[in-house]
């Protein structure tokens, strides 16, 4: 389970009492982000009117921040993009959501800029066990497996943890395609793989 420990998770998890400083801190950083801006930690500070000793102490570092906010705008994609994906002759919504959302991820103006700047960062910062970003990812994607098995929407002989890693490893590997191989992202072949690994129940 991931421990909240910064000022920023404790009111994200609406366990810190008080001014929600570090949740306005998240939210200017989550704009700027959408905006397809670098998060830069000094002008955040600058503008909330902080300095950056403050800005840190809220939200730990620019690295957990960023898990943060990239986690808060995938979690928001994925838990309403399941009724959207029930399109018939697609395949299982699950395959069909999750292949939306790798399309969605390489489209969205933070994450290309994100990818293209910053990509080996990234690749470090949302794939390492570290940051506690993939935990959650798959933590997710497991409760879908486990709800769409449950309603009769997909039929799988791999059991759902074993499932749930692996199509997260599925998705960064698509995600992550240009600076893990060189070659451009691709999100039809995304989809091509996780409806061959999601066939409907």
Request: charged share 25%; glycine share 8%; hydrophobic share 40%.
């Amino acid at each position: 389970m991931h421990e909240a420990a910064t000022p920023l998770q404790r009111q994200l998890a609406g366990t810190a009492p008080g001014r929600p400083t570090a949740l306005a801190a998240f939210t200017l950083a989550r704009r700027s982000f959408q905006a397809g801006q670098r998060l830069d930690m000094q002008a955040l500070a600058t503008e909330l009117g902080v300095n950056r000793a403050t800005l840190y102490r809220w939200v730990g570092s620019r690295e957990l921040l960023l898990c943060e906010v990239i986690w808060s705008l995938t979690r928001r994609t994925l838990e309403r993009g399941l009724d959207r994906a029930d399109r018939p002759g697609a395949g299982s919504r699950l395959a069909v959501l999750l292949a939306d959302f790798v399309s969605d991820t390489l489209d969205h103006p933070g994450m290309r800029r994100f990818l293209s700047e910053e990509g080996e960062y990234a690749l470090r910062l949302l794939t390492l066990g570290s940051s506690g970003f993939q935990q959650r990812l798959i933590a997710l994607v497991h409760r879908l497996v486990v709800d769409e098995t449950a309603a009769g929407r997909l039929c799988s002989p791999v059991p759902a943890d074993d499932l749930a890693y692996t199509l997260v490893r599925v998705v960064e590997s698509y995600v992550y395609r240009k600076v893990i191989t060189g070659e451009e992202p691709d999100g039809e072949r995304a989809g091509r793989v996780l409806r061959a690994l999601l066939p409907a129940g």
